[in-house]
Each structure stands twice: as structure tokens, then as C-alpha cells.
């Protein structure tokens, strides 16, 4: 199995432009995540999703919008990209059991914004 | 509140030494505390993780102690070798509203062969 999938793995943005980040898995999870991290401020999480059709915003969602169209995939994206968003951001999907909360990431995508 | 403070920053430990990584958090609504390890270039992947009403969890060389009164927990790694030299996260995840984790800033550890 792949598990998370993130497409692109790299990307170079001019201020203003806008783009879209794809997550995609295949364990049949409910919950997805998209989540950046920066140095020294560990991961912190810009959308959620508890299952298809369904957003919310996290603790970082300004300049950022998400769409889960299919259980599977999970977009974020970013209207007119600003320097303040260069960060890797990471996509990660759970499927809540009694005994397990953990996540799995995928592989991240290193967004520069110039 | 939905803060988890993680110390130290990087960590740098000879082979064979036990490193200790502390973490705190707040929030008594937090239900389940996991660590994650990262290499370069890589996402975080789930290690070891705890539940509150339990004071240690060892996974292989992996040791979670957790100080429920005290709201803090801590990882220890017993025979640190090389290859675990990563970034590790503490993390704690609310049980309701989309089982959001909140992460600590993680500890880069450096083990010297």
C-alpha cells in the first residue's frame, strides 16, 4: 500500500500566485489533516476533515482553503501565495480506534514562495 | 491551553547512552499522547504513544513515562544506536472534534557512533 500520497513533493510560487496541493489515500480513513512545519515550531494544523464533504479550520487557516471531495483525497489550497507561506506542508490521515489516535504522514511537500 | 512544550531543543548522546526528551501540556482534555520520529526529508511517522491513565509504555528500546498529576510525559531510548538520530515530536490529541494533535516544537537528536 502507498498509504499518503502528496503531489508535489517541490514547488517554487511567486507572490500572488495560487496552487493546489493534493493528498491522497488509500487505507479508507475518515479523518485527514493538512498540517506545516517550520523550524522551531513543530507541526501545526491548518484544516481538518472527519470525512467527505466536511471541513473545519485549525489553528493556522488564514490565506488557506481545502476541499475533500472524495474520502480519499484531501486539497489544500492557496489563493495568492504570500512569503509567509513558504513551509513544508504535510498531509496525514487516522482512522480513530479505541486504543489509537496516531497519524500517517505522508512524505511532505516544500513549498518556497518568492 | 492547547500548548505541548517540549525541551530540550537537540540533544546529543554517544551510542549506547539514554536520551530523555520532556514534555508538558495544559490541557486535561488531551486523551492520548504519542511521539513521532522524523528523518530528513521525510513525514513524521507515529513511534510509541501513551494514554493517560497508564504511567509507562515501553516499545522496544522506546520508554514513555507519564506524570498524569504532574501533566507532563517523557521518551527515553535505551541503547541509543546511530540510526536514531532524527527529530522527535511529542504530541498530545484531543478524543473529540476530528482527534486533533497539537505537536511540541521536537527535539533534533544526534547520536555519536
Known amino acids: 500500500n502507498a498509504g499518503v500520497t502528496q503531489t508535489p513533493k517541490f514547488r517554487v510560487l511567486k507572490t500572488g500566485q495560487s496552487m493546489t496541493l493534493l493528498c491522497a489515500q488509500d487505507?479508507?480513513?475518515?479523518?485527514m489533516y493538512w498540517y506545516r512545519q517550520d523550524p522551531g515550531m513543530g507541526l501545526r494544523l491548518i484544516h481538518y476533515?472527519?470525512?467527505?464533504?466536511?471541513?473545519a479550520k485549525g489553528e493556522v487557516p488564514d490565506g488557506y482553503n481545502v476541499s475533500r471531495l472524495k474520502k480519499q483525497n484531501f486539497l489544500l489550497g492557496l489563493e495568492s501565495a504570500a512569503p509567509s507561506q513558504t513551509s513544508v506542508y504535510f498531509c496525514?490521515?487516522?482512522?480513530?480506534?479505541?486504543?489509537?489516535?496516531?497519524?500517517?504522514f505522508g512524505s511532505g511537500t516544500r513549498l518556497t514562495v518568492v | 491551553q492547547q500548548q505541548v512544550k517540549q525541551s530540550p531543543q537537540s540533544l546529543i548522546v554517544q551510542k549506547g547512552g539514554i536520551p530523555i526528551i520532556n514534555c508538558a501540556y495544559e490541557?486535561?482534555?488531551?486523551?492520548?499522547f504519542p511521539w513521532y520520529q522524523q528523518f530528513p526529508g521525510k513525514g513524521p511517522a507515529l513511534l510509541i504513544a501513551?494514554?493517560?491513565?497508564?504511567s509507562e509504555k515501553k516499545e522496544g528500546r522506546f520508554t514513555i513515562s507519564f506524570n498524569k498529576s504532574a501533566k507532563q510525559f517523557s521518551l527515553h531510548i535505551m541503547d541509543s544506536q546511530p540510526g536514531d538520530s532524527a527529530t522527535y515530536f511529542c504530541?498530545?490529541?484531543?478524543?473529540?472534534?476530528?482527534?486533533?494533535?497539537?505537536f511540541g516544537a521536537g527535539t533534533r537528536l544526534f547520536v555519536k557512533a
Open positions: 504530541a498530545a490529541t484531543l478524543p473529540t472534534g476530528g482527534f486533533k494533535t497539537i
Open positions: 487505507m479508507n480513513h475518515e479523518y
Open positions: 476533515s472527519v470525512g467527505e464533504g466536511t471541513t
Open positions: 501513551i494514554r493517560p491513565d497508564v
Open positions: 496525514a490521515s487516522s482512522s480513530p480506534g479505541r486504543s489509537n489516535y496516531g497519524y500517517t
Open positions: 490541557n486535561t482534555a488531551f486523551d492520548y
